[in-house]
């Protein structure tokens, strides 16, 4: 599924070349008016569903459980959602240019949470719903986060990890970060999702009091986190079921000089 998933979107990508101009529009000029988030990708998607035969949903809720126990926030909304019949087997996140950062995926001790933005506890929370309340139609088989990261030199954009009230970077590596966003975030935000999976969660059970703890590698084989990373050229797949291993990940060169329309 995930394997057709990522030949699919590279398809779609390919089948719109002519607005995404052949990939311009995943730098700095995509941000502006949403011309990709808003404009562009949602017919992405619908093409995208099209071809792997599901159906498509925008901006669904993702009710998260307990919101005064679990402390996920009461609910994610989700930018795709891809269905076959009732079972939903895709939540996709689409991550833009300037929202492809560490903040998203990383907190450190110091940050107030209100400024605490990282979404991977909607993941632990979708889990959680799972395990603890046996919600089966609502858990997608995949949990997929498209990052735009192009992997050469770009103009400066919005970097939200340095400075107040992140401070996750020193301003001076923003110069790091234009060099070439790929190679800088990439590597980080897989890290940070390794981490996330491999380390101990609690779960309270539906009808008991008492905390239990799992690790989230646990629970791959029923709802995988995956990121798929844009890079311009190319799509690059890692899965939680490798851990985020660069040596087993998937990448797929996108032809833009493919049919346009």
């Known amino acids: 599924m995930i394997e057709h998933f ?3 979107l590279k ?4 089948q719109h070349s002519r607005e995404l101009k052949r990939g311009a529009l995943f730098h700095r000029e995509g941000l502006e008016d949403k011309k990709l988030t808003g404009k562009i990708f949602p017919k992405i998607a619908m093409h995208l569903a099209g071809e792997m035969g599901l159906r ?22 989700v930018d795709y959602v891809f ?13 833009s240019l300037d929202r492809a950062q560490l903040y998203l995926f990383w907190e450190h001790k110091g940050i107030p949470e209100k400024y605490n933005y990282n979404k991977l506890w909607y993941y632990y929370g979708t889990i959680a719903n799972h395990h603890d309340l046996g919600r089966k139609d ?6 997929v986060w498209l990052l735009i990261l192009p992997e050469h030199k770009i103009g400066s954009y919005q970097i939200w990890d340095v400075g107040d009230p992140y ?42 009091k008492r905390w239990i703890t799992k690790r989230l590698t646990d629970f791959q084989d029923v709802c995988e986190l995956v990121f798929i990373t844009c890079t311009g050229n190319r799509l ?26």
């Open 6 to 8: 990522l030949k699919s």
């Open 11 to 14: 398809t779609s990508l390919e």
């Open 56 to 77: 498509l949903r925008e901006e669904v809720s993702n009710p998260m459980p307990h919101p005064n126990v679990y402390e996920c926030g009461k609910r994610q909304v």
């Open 83 to 95: 269905r076959r019949g009732r079972k939903v087997e895709i939540f996709l996140e689409l991550e």
């Open 138 to 143: 609502g858990i997608p088989r995949y949990f």
């Open 167 to 208: 401070y996750l970077f020193h301003p001076s590596v923003k110069k790091l970060i234009y060099e070439n966003p790929f190679n800088f975030y990439d590597p980080l935000i897989k890290a940070a999702a390794r981490k996330f999976v491999q380390r101990k969660h609690d779960f309270m059970p539906s009808g008991t």
């Open 236 to 261: 690059v797949m890692s899965r939680g079921k490798d851990l985020f291993s660069p040596g087993k990940e998937t990448s797929l060169q996108i032809d833009w000089r493919g049919k346009v329309r």
